[in-house]
């Protein structure tokens, strides 16, 4: 599923450069991510970069965007039609 940006976000904007689909940009309260843009990092990373860099552990699961690793593997082939998927 992609993540969100909840309320505890202080704005440090450390998330933003680790993005490698650009996701993630500073919105009028706090920072955001673009779920359609999100892949959890999938076809990128095994794990997730943005949560690990965030001081206030305000990067969480949308509930709203439930997705499985097959749909998030298939929004990084919309996102980069001409990029192979690192696979783990
Ligand atoms: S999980 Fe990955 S793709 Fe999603 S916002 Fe964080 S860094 Fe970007
Ligand atoms: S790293 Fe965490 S606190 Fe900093 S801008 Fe991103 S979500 Fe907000």
Same mark, same amino acid.
């Given at each position: 599923?992609?993540?969100?940006?909840?309320?505890?976000?202080?704005?440090?904007?450390?998330?933003?450069?680790?993005? @490698?689909?650009? #996701?993630?940009? /500073?919105?009028? $309260?706090?920072?955001?991510?673009?779920?359609?843009?999100?892949?959890?990092?999938?076809?990128?990373?095994?794990e997730p970069q943005c949560t690990s860099v965030c001081p206030t552990d305000s990067?969480? @699961?949308?509930? #709203?965007?439930? /997705?499985?690793? $097959?749909?998030?593997?298939?929004?990084?082939?919309?996102?980069?039609?001409?990029?192979?998927?690192?696979?783990?």
């Amino acid at each position: 599923m992609a993540l969100m940006i909840n309320d505890e976000c202080s704005s440090c904007g450390a998330c933003e450069a680790e993005c @490698p689909n650009t #996701a993630i940009s /500073e919105g009028e $309260d706090h920072y955001r991510i673009n779920p359609d843009l999100c892949t959890e990092c999938v076809g990128f990373f095994a794990e997730p970069q943005c949560t690990s860099v965030c001081p206030t552990d305000s990067i969480i @699961p949308d509930p #709203a965007r439930t /997705e499985d690793k $097959d749909a998030l593997l298939a929004k990084f082939k919309k996102i980069h039609p001409d990029k192979e998927p690192v696979l783990s």
